[in-house]
């Protein structure tokens, strides 16, 4: 456990000192900002129209986009890089279990990711003020957990995808690859296979689809439960290629 | 201590190393010795815990490298050929989280020792991308120092270093090889002559040889070869030097000097040296061409080359 906050600290301090993390910051920060300011101003000016004011879903919506792209940045170097500096071979010498050095990293990127949404909860203060009643305290809870759900598995996936690279821009590609199946590719066959078995299969996998109607307010168990095995996958499957790299 | 047994590492088809069994006890500073791409850097990293032999096992600190690794890590300090560091990192903030690594209890008082022990004290607050090469190997040779270790396995520690800290770097690890056990691997053979107990040469994966410098010495080459240069032509000497009692071998080399041999233990320079000086010739120098590690090894390498063929 130690030795997992060890590196999880290093590797939290060192996204402080990486420009990668800064545009990463940057791009999702703005990006949520422009969204949510022009969200505002289109709502205020047609109030009329619409009877419903704009939820939590309008900020963590494009956040969920935007890690899309962020996370794979985030996590291409977490292990490729130590591979092609060297810097592994004085990791696996250390008396630490690859099982603790991948934990540690992967914590290390997700505190990291935690740091930029929790910068995020400004909007839902704004909201509730401009707002009447306010927003919903329950739904902005679960949009909360979704998204860090989401960034958990996202993160893992991209540290699997680190371990079996030694180029940071092959694990980058991978990890969006696999993200890209996992957030929109795998329902996509729904639409036309007839099979139900198949198709409720489908949808259990699909982190779209969970992710969205946790976003409306909805939570059942397997929606916390999937993408925990989810991540947890991802850092055995890392842990393993660690593994396999010393008996290579 | 360090206890190899039958040490065979393949990669895919190729064999890297084969059969090494070797021992160094605790006091003793062993080379390894080999050209590029002789194995020692394969038979370090099993013996560091990174990667698991193919056939054979090993024993370091008392510890088994497969089954009890990280007991073995516990113990090992390692300096890789390409040193670890973390360039935005300071040293200090390096060594720290490696000491943390480590559960090194009072931690920062390890890391200052271990830079008191480097020379680097000043420069703990420095970030490791503003370190010289040198400075670099020094910060990697304090990772390797931090926790005391009983066992010491250093790659190759010196490429990259200036004479003077070449020489200080010997001394560090002389200081330490006293009481703990010291691997290092080198393709400089002055260096492994004045630093180790003993020598291992390796080359394609085998032992070709292991002994104490001066015994690998002594064994290959029965006598000492010395050349002698007088001023002008050289040519009606070498009968005059030939006759003396105890020269052997000795012959004219194109640049007009005289290169002769005479067993160890029984040296003929004064004699000659006199018998110089009364044929009327100007003797200018006496240059002793003894075999050095360099030859030694060469002969070995070659040896083991012709024998294939």
Not at chain 2, 67 to 92: C, I, N, Q
Request: a negative charge.
């Amino acid at each position: 456990m130690q030795n997992i906050w060890t590196i999880a600290r290093r590797e939290y301090r060192h996204y402080f000192t990486s420009p990668i993390a800064y545009i990463v910051a940057l791009l999702t920060l703005l990006t949520v900002g422009i969204y949510f300011v022009v969200i505002i101003y289109y709502v205020t000016n047609q109030s009329y129209y619409s009877n419903t004011a704009p939820g939590i879903d309008v900020i963590i919506g494009p956040l969920a986009t935007v890690f899309l792209f962020a996370s794979p940045a985030m996590t291409m170097r977490l292990l490729a890089d130590e591979q092609r500096m060297g810097t592994l071979e004085l990791l696996l010498t250390t008396p630490i279990k690859d099982g603790e050095l991948v934990v540690g990293k992967w914590l290390g990127s997700f505190l990291f990711m935690l740091t930029i949404i929790a910068i995020t909860l400004v909007y839902p203060i704004v909201l509730n003020k401009l707002t009447s009643p306010g927003i919903d305290q329950g739904v902005m809870v679960s949009a909360y957990l979704a998204i860090i759900l989401l960034t958990a598995v996202f993160l893992a996936i991209g540290t699997a995808m680190s371990s079996f690279f030694s180029n940071q821009f092959a694990a980058f590609f991978a990890t969006f690859a696999v993200l890209i199946v996992f957030w929109w590719l795998i329902r996509l066959p729904t639409f036309i296979v007839q099979n139900d078995s198949i198709n409720n299969i489908l949808n259990y996998l699909d982190l779209n689809g969970r992710f969205n109607s946790m976003l409306a307010g909805t939570v059942s168990l397997s929606d916390i439960i999937y993408p925990i095995s989810l991540t947890a996958l991802g850092l055995f499957l890392s842990a393993a290629a660690v593994d396999i790299r010393r008996w290579r | 201590m360090i206890r190899a047994t039958g040490l065979t590492k393949d990669y895919g088809p190729r064999r890297a190393i084969e059969n090494l069994t070797f021992e160094a006890k605790q006091g003793e500073v062993v080379g390894f010795l080999g050209p590029n791409g002789a194995g020692k850097t394969t038979t370090m990293r099993i013996l560091t815990g990174y990667m698991p032999p193919t056939y054979g096992t090993a024993q370091v600190a008392g510890f088994d490298v497969i089954g009890e690794s990280l007991e073995v890590r516990r113990r090992v300090g390692y300096l890789p050929e390409t040193v670890p560091l973390y360039p935005e990192m300071t040293v200090f903030e390096y060594l720290k989280f490696m000491a943390d690594l480590r559960h090194l209890p009072n931690g920062d008082d390890m890391v200052d020792a271990a830079l008191d022990l480097v020379h680097m004290e000043k420069r703990a607050d420095g970030y490791i991308s503003n370190l010289s090469k040198g400075m670099r190997q020094r910060v990697g040779l304090a990772q390797a120092l931090l926790h005391k270790p009983e066992v010491l396995i250093l790659d190759e520690p010196t490429i990259g270093l200036d004479p003077a800290q070449v020489v200080e770097f010997r001394n560090t690890v002389r200081d330490v090889g006293k009481e703990r056990t010291v691997l290092l691997s080198t393709h400089i053979l002055s260096e492994a002559q004045q630093l180790c107990d003993r020598v291992l040469i390796i080359n394609k994966g085998r032992i070709v040889a292991e002994d104490t410098p001066e015994n690998l010495q002594s064994r290959l080459v029965g006598s000492e070869h010395v050349i002698l240069r007088v001023k002008g032509e050289a040519d009606d000497l070498l009968p005059i030097v030939a006759k003396i009692d105890g020269v052997q071998n000795a012959r004219l080399l194109p640049d007009g000097t005289i290169e002769f041999q005479f067993a160890s233990g029984s040296d003929v320079r004064p004699e000659v040296a006199r018998a110089t000086i009364k044929a009327g010739y100007d003797l200018l120098e006496f240059h002793p061409v003894g075999l050095s590690l360099e030859e030694i090894f060469l002969q070995l390498t070659q040896d083991n080359v012709r024998k294939e063929r």
